[in-house]
């Protein structure tokens, strides 16, 4: 395995070898936005749910907790306006991390493309300068491909990891707009 590795990297192309590297770096930052993102919005949704909840049975206000909470304490009368402000800055908060997911996803492939392309290019330049057997050809063409893959490869992972983030927004919005609605209803 080490060996195969090896023979890998002494055999590419330096510019395979480097989109290689660029895409290992945006593997690890997708997956920390994600998972950050992911654990932070969970915790979030959660609170949330528990406001709804509890407004829901009865309570005059949303717990302190709720991200609308700090909207209704700073303000001398709950309007619609009050909280429609906090529901944008909910959305803005909510949806950081959805920008380079989804930048990921669609840069990722091109990226990987080009490693290919550069390394059939070098593969076409050896084979011009010897008798160009088989091997040259599938081997070169090989290793580039490499490149290609693991561009489609990061490519997945960061448009999964958007749409499920997306979706845990949408969730946590609509949360905050029934405890918005709730609230008003009452002052009605």
């Given at each position: 395995?080490?060996?195969?590795?090896?023979?890998?990297y002494?055999?590419s192309?330096?510019?395979?070898?480097g989109?290689?590297a660029?895409l290992s770096?945006?593997f690890?930052?997708?997956?920390?936005?994600?998972?950050?993102?992911?654990?932070?919005?969970n915790?979030?949704?959660?609170?949330?749910?528990?406001?709804?909840?509890?407004?829901?049975?009865g309570?005059?206000t949303?717990?302190?907790?709720?991200?609308?909470?700090?909207?209704i304490?700073t303000s001398n009368?709950?309007?619609?306006?009050?909280?429609a402000?906090g529901?944008?800055?909910a959305?803005?908060?909510a949806?950081?991390?959805l920008?380079?997911?989804?930048?990921?996803?669609s840069t990722t492939?091109?990226?990987?493309?080009?490693g290919?392309?550069?390394?059939i290019?070098?593969?076409?330049?050896?084979?011009g300068?010897?008798?160009?057997s088989?091997?040259?050809?599938?081997?070169?063409?090989?290793?580039?491909l490499i490149?290609?893959?693991?561009?489609?490869?990061?490519a997945?992972?960061?448009?999964t990891?958007?749409q499920?983030?997306?979706?845990?927004?949408?969730?946590?919005i609509?949360?905050?707009?029934?405890q918005?609605?709730?609230?008003?209803?009452?002052?009605?």
């Amino acid at each position: 395995m080490i060996n195969n590795l090896v023979d890998f990297y002494l055999k590419s192309h330096p510019v395979t070898i480097g989109v290689l590297a660029l895409l290992s770096i945006y593997f690890i930052i997708l997956n920390w936005v994600f998972f950050y993102r992911y654990f932070s919005i969970n915790s979030w949704v959660s609170r949330e749910s528990t406001s709804l909840e509890a407004l829901l049975m009865g309570a005059s206000t949303v717990n302190e907790n709720s991200f609308l909470n700090n909207f209704i304490r700073t303000s001398n009368v709950i309007s619609k306006e009050v909280l429609a402000l906090g529901m944008l800055a909910a959305t803005k908060e909510a949806t950081k991390g959805l920008s380079i997911l989804s930048i990921f996803a669609s840069t990722t492939p091109f990226i990987g493309l080009f490693g290919t392309v550069v390394s059939i290019l070098d593969t076409f330049t050896h084979i011009g300068k010897t008798s160009g057997s088989m091997n040259i050809i599938s081997s070169g063409v090989s290793d580039a491909l490499i490149a290609t893959a693991a561009g489609i490869f990061v490519a997945i992972f960061a448009y999964t990891y958007h749409q499920i983030l997306k979706r845990k927004s949408f969730e946590l919005i609509s949360f905050l707009q029934m405890q918005s609605d709730a609230i008003l209803a009452r002052k009605k």
